[in-house]
C-alpha cells in the first residue's frame, strides 16, 4: 500500500517538556523505529507537527536584539521542516539499512483570503500560566488563548488548498524512497495570478495537510498517529465510549476539541469522503495493532465512491 502518515507532536516534544535538541532528537528516533516495519512493506510518505518548535524559533527571534524585525513564521516552519526533518531521515537511515529515504522542504498554497487570517486559533510555542501568557502578549503583540489548563500563543492557521510539490513527492514514491514532507503542514504560502508564490504569516494544520497530500499522492491509507489507543466520543463525560470504527458522518455528528483531537478527525472524514479509501486515527506505540485493527479507530466510507 501507498500510505501516509501523520506524526503527532508528542512525538517530538511532549506538552510541558523542555525543547532541548537532545530530547527531541531521541524521540524521533524512536518514532523511525516503530515506522521501520511499515516503510518494509509499504511506500511511505511521513509528515510532522511543527507547533512547539516554530513557536521556541519564534520567542528567539522577537527577542534577539540583533534583529530589527523578527523572522516571519512561514520563515522559521522552513526551518524546522529542516531540523525535524533531518532527525528523521536519519533515524530512518538508521532502521533502514539500504533504503533511501529523502526529505523535501515543500510549500502549501492557501488563501490570502482565507478567514483564518482574522481568527488565529493555530497554538504554537510553549505553555504558560494565563498571567505569564498575557504578559507575552502584551510585550509581543501576539494573539493568545486557552489550552487545556494552560495558555499558548495562537497564529492564523488557513485552509490547505494545494501542496506545491506534490507531484516530486509521487516521482520520489515511485522511486521507493521513503520520503518525509509536509513538516508543520508545509511552508504555508499564496498562489498569485502569475503563478509566483510567497511566503505568509501562519502555520497550516499538519493534520489537514496530510489529509491533501494523501488525496494527491493517491494513497491507499491515511493514518494519524498520537498518544491516545482510540478517538473517544463524549471525551471527559459519563457517556465517553471509544470508537473503534466510524464513518465521517458518525464523526461529523460529535464534538472534539478544536486543538487537539478535532483537526486529526476532521482530516481522517475529508479524506475517506474524497477517495473512498480508509484512515485510522491511533497510538504511534502500536503501530502494527492499528494495522491489524487490535488498536486505533478505523474511519471507513459511508457508502461506497
Known sequence: MRIVVALGGNALLPRGQHPDAEPQALRVTEAARALAPLARDHELVITHGNGPQVGLLAMESAADPALAHPYPIDVLGAETQGMIGY?????????????QVACLLNQTVV?????AFHSPTKF??????????????????????RDGE???RVVASPEPRRVAE??????LLDAGAVTVCAGGGGIPVVEHADGQLTGTEAVVDKDLTAALLAEEVKADFLLILTDVPHVVAGYGTPKARPLHTTTPRELRSLAFPPGSMGPKVEAAARFVEH???????GPLSDVHGILQSTTGTYVRPDRPI
Not at 488563501?111 to 478567514?115: F, Q
Not at 506534490?166 to 516521482?171: C, N, S, Y
Open 150 to 152: 494552560h495558555w499558548r
Open 87 to 99: 532527525w528523521l531521515i536519519q533515524g530512518l537511515h538508521n532502521a533502514l539499512p539500504g533504503r
Open 124 to 145: 504554537v510555542g510553549p505553555v504558560w500560566t494565563e498571567s505569564e501568557a498575557r504578559r507575552q502578549a502584551a510585550e509581543r503583540g501576539w494573539a493568545i488563548a
Open 166 to 171: 506534490a507531484g516530486l513527492i509521487r516521482l
Open 111 to 115: 488563501s490570502a483570503n482565507d478567514p
Open 275 to 281: 477517495t473512498g479509501a480508509m484512515a485510522a486515527i
